[in-house]
C-alpha cells in the first residue's frame, strides 16, 4: 500500500473516531482501555508498517544528518556492541545547533539522548559512539537536530541486534 493511501486511511480513521463514528469493534476495544485499538494496529499494517519508510518533512533547507557507522542497509544486523558514527552537514545559511541533538527510541519516540551523550560529546560536525550496547531485537532510533534558524532534520536508524 503506498504512503498516501495509508495516510488517507489514517485521517479516515482520526475522523471517524472525532466524529464517534468508528466501527463497534474499535468502539468496544478503545472503551475497554486499549491504548491502540484492533483497528490501528490493521491500518498501521503490522510489520509492513514497521519497515515503512519514515515521512519526508515538507522543508526543503534543513540540516544533513549520515549515518556513517553502521552502514544503513536493508535489514541492518549488527552485533552488541558495535559503533555508531553521524555526520552532521549543515546548510549553507545556517549552522547546526549540537545543542539540539535528540535520539528517540522506538515508535512512541522515548528521549535517550541523556544515554548517549554520557559517552560522546555532540559537536556541529557529528558524534562517535565506539561500544553501543544494545539488546538483542529489532530497534528503531530516531536522530534528530536543529539548525540556528531551528529547521530540524531527522534521520531513522533500524537495526536488528543479533
Known amino acids: 500500500m503506498k504512503t498516501?493511501?495509508?495516510?488517507?486511511l489514517h485521517?479516515?480513521?482520526?475522523?471517524?473516531?472525532?466524529?464517534?463514528?468508528?466501527?463497534?469493534?474499535?468502539?468496544?476495544?478503545?472503551?475497554?482501555?486499549?491504548?491502540?485499538?484492533?483497528a490501528e494496529a490493521q491500518a498501521f499494517r503490522g510489520e509492513a508498517g514497521y519497515y515503512?519508510?519514515?515521512?519526508?518533512?515538507?522543508?526543503?533547507?534543513?540540516?544533513?544528518?549520515?549515518i556513517l557507522k553502521p552502514e544503513?542497509?536493508?535489514?541492518?544486523?549488527?552485533?552488541?556492541?558495535?559503533?555508531?558514527?553521524v555526520e552532521f552537514k549543515a546548510q549553507s545559511d545556517a549552522d547546526v545547533d549540537p545543542g539540539t541533538f535528540k535520539v528517540l527510541y522506538g515508535a512512541l519516540k522515548l528521549d535517550i539522548t541523556s544515554r548517549i551523550t554520557k559517552y560522546v560529546t555532540v559537536s556541529k560536525d557529528g558524534f562517535a559512539l565506539e561500544n553501543a550496547k544494545i539488546p538483542p531485537g529489532k530497534h528503531r532510533?530516531?536522530?534528530?537536530?536543529?539548525?540556528?534558524?531551528?529547521?530540524?532534520?531527522?534521520?531513522?536508524?533500524?537495526?536488528e541486534v543479533e
Open 4 to 8: 498516501k493511501t495509508w495516510r488517507a
Open 11 to 38: 485521517w479516515a480513521a482520526l475522523i471517524c473516531t472525532l466524529a464517534g463514528t468508528l466501527p463497534a469493534a474499535a468502539q468496544s476495544d478503545a472503551a475497554g482501555g486499549w491504548l491502540i485499538t484492533g
Open 52 to 66: 515503512e519508510a519514515p515521512a519526508l518533512r515538507p522543508r526543503a533547507l534543513v540540516p544533513e544528518i549520515e
Open 72 to 85: 544503513p542497509a536493508p535489514d541492518l544486523k549488527v552485533k552488541a556492541p558495535f559503533a555508531i558514527v
Open 141 to 159: 532510533l530516531t536522530l534528530q537536530i536543529q539548525d540556528t534558524k531551528q529547521r530540524v532534520a531527522e534521520r531513522e536508524l533500524r537495526i
